[in-house]
């Protein structure tokens, strides 16, 4: 097991970074949102293509990602930075004065590099930390203090819905019993006592990276955050606004294709016919969904899964 002593924090390489930008069609002096700043990789490329009347507006939860973009863009008066979950989206811009006015959301799903690398912060298991997992460490409760009281029917539905686990019963007894002798309260003794317990894994994937998954998902409420920001998108963005989505696994991707997509294609139309549009569907698909190539998958392995939609408001 390695050693929880405090490591830097790692640099965030954005995921499709510039195809993303590229997505939303920027006016230049439009107004522009990042729902998740994460470490502004994304907010800089934006800046960088604004011009001196565009704006942009950036949110995260995390405490340690808002001081970055305080320290980063101090001196950017075209830019601000609010701390809250993209889930309040559109209160948040409402606030802004901003609903309806957005030219441009962009929403890049999952945890940052930093999250997951840091051990303190408890995502990941390459370094063992405390078992936290929250991306507001401020609000909810840590992923050990739920396993500490979780019945195990509850852990074992956590861990099959959200991590799409095979070995979900088994992995759940083997905590609650492991818990019985000691508190579980570290990253390493979690994912030793996962990988006990499961029986087969894909060869170059750690046992473990499902259950973390499904419990992280679950401490911070992502899914629904990712259904409340998705609702709120067409409120945000203006008429002709676009909406640019990343999402990393297929629980994600699943929400963000069902919210954008066109309505199910009438079987009387004769496919070389266009669809009628429903006047309640606010979207249009804007191209095929997009995944990393060949070179940014060699310099970033992380990028392996990611997908990107796009879709424009048209109603």
């Known amino acids: 097991m390695v050693s929880s002593s405090a490591s830097p924090v790692p640099s965030h390489v954005p995921v499709l970074m510039h195809e993303s930008v590229e997505a939303l069609a920027l006016w230049p002096e439009g107004k522009y949102v990042d729902a998740t700043y994460g470490r502004g990789g994304h907010s800089g490329l934006l800046l960088s293509r604004l011009g001196s009347g565009g704006q942009l507006l950036a949110l995260d939860r995390d405490p340690e990602a808002c001081s970055d973009a305080q320290l980063r863009f101090a001196d950017e008066p075209r830019f601000s930075i609010r701390r809250s979950n993209f889930s309040e989206l559109a209160g948040v811009l409402e606030t802004q004065g901003w609903l309806g006015e957005v030219d441009g959301l962009l929403m890049d799903l999952g945890v940052s590099s930093p999250q997951l690398d840091v051990a303190e912060r408890g995502f990941g298991f390459s370094r063992d930390g405390e078992l936290d997992m929250r991306m507001d460490p401020d609000s909810g ?8 009281g979780v019945s195990e029917g509850e852990l074992v539905q956590v861990l099959r819905e959200y991590g799409e686990e095979r070995y979900a019963k088994r992995i759940a007894t083997a905590i609650i019993s492991a818990r ?4 579980i309260e ?4 979690l994912a030793e006592i996962v990988k006990a317990a499961h029986p087969r894994w894909e060869r170059h ?3 473990a990276t499902r259950s973390f998954q499904a419990i992280r998902i679950h401490i911070n409420g992502e899914l629904d955050a990712i ?5 709120a998108a067409a409120l945000v963005l203006k008429m002709g606004g676009r909406i640019a989505v990343i999402s990393f696994h297929s629980l994600e991707d699943r929400l ?3 919210a954008l997509r066109q ?5 009387r139309i004769p496919r070389h016919l266009p669809q009628p549009m429903l006047d309640d569907h606010p979207w249009r698909v804007v191209g ?5 190539g060949a070179q940014e998958l060699e310099s970033n392995s992380r990028a392996r899964s990611a997908v990107l939609r796009v879709a424009e408001r048209v109603a």
């Open 256 to 258: 963000v294709k069902r």
């Open 263 to 267: 309505p199910i294609p009438d079987a």
């Open 288 to 292: 095929k969904p997009l995944k990393a």
């Open 141 to 148: 409760v840590s992923a050990a203090q739920w396993l500490s």
């Open 227 to 231: 259904k409340s920001a998705l609702s």
């Open 205 to 207: 994937h750690h046992p």
């Open 186 to 189: 570290r990253t390493g003794q």
């Open 180 to 183: 019985q002798e000691k508190p």
